[in-house]
């Protein structure tokens, strides 16, 4: 999948008293590239939205990793379709936890006429199901922060990329 010309940032999260390596070296920082292997490779996702109560919401989702941005499909009247109407700000987590992967975002509806035709047919490819604005509204979101967690170098490897979306 195409990755964007410019790679976002970086670092280390603030973790005060989890013993991350030095912050300032950068040393053992992930690249970007095993965020997006991971974001692309994963079967399954999670969503997390608030309610407009401000209770949070998760739920588990399809979706595709494409062009620096996280695409999902739902129902028109489901409750992630409610809360991200309410509040768009929601976070999407990989599946696997030993190498866990984060996604802070914004999530804005994306009109059927503009849905990238590459997104739709990585939709049926993945999960032999069509990706139909017909069935529910088609989201997309741009991450603002990303976090990624490597089990077997936890100190070592934490990384947070951050993102200039302007």
């Known amino acids: 999948m195409a990755q964007a010309a410019k790679e976002p940032k970086a670092s280390?999260?603030?973790?005060?008293?989890?013993?991350?390596?030095?912050?300032?070296?950068?040393?053992?920082?992930?690249?970007?590239?095993?965020?997006t292997e991971r974001l692309t490779n994963s079967h399954n996702y999670y969503l997390a939205t608030t309610r407009p109560d401000a209770h949070p919401h998760v739920m588990p989702i399809w979706g595709v990793?494409?062009?620096d941005?996280?695409?999902?499909?739902?129902?028109?009247?489901?409750?992630?379709?409610?809360?991200?109407?309410?509040?768009?700000?929601?976070?999407i987590c990989t599946e696997t936890l030993e190498e866990s992967l984060i996604v802070e975002g914004i999530a804005e509806e994306v009109p059927a006429?503009?849905?990238?035709a590459a997104v739709a047919e990585a939709y049926q490819a993945k999960y032999a199901w069509k990706l139909d604005p017909e069935m529910g509204p088609?989201?997309?979101?741009?991450?603002?922060?990303?976090?990624g967690f490597d089990e077997s170098d936890f100190t070592?490897?934490?990384?947070?990329?951050?993102?200039?979306?302007?």
């Open 69 to 91: 941005s996280f695409y999902f499909s739902t129902g028109l009247k489901s409750r992630k379709a409610r809360n991200l109407q309410a509040n768009p700000q929601c976070v």
């Open 156 to 166: 070592g490897s934490s990384t947070r990329w951050t993102f200039d979306n302007n």
């Open 138 to 147: 088609i989201y997309r979101v741009r991450p603002t922060t990303v976090f």
């Open 65 to 67: 990793w494409m062009n």
């Open 12 to 35: 280390r999260p603030n973790m005060p008293s989890y013993g991350l390596a030095d912050a300032e070296s950068g040393n053992g920082l992930l690249p970007w590239s095993w965020a």
């Open 113 to 116: 006429s503009t849905i990238p």
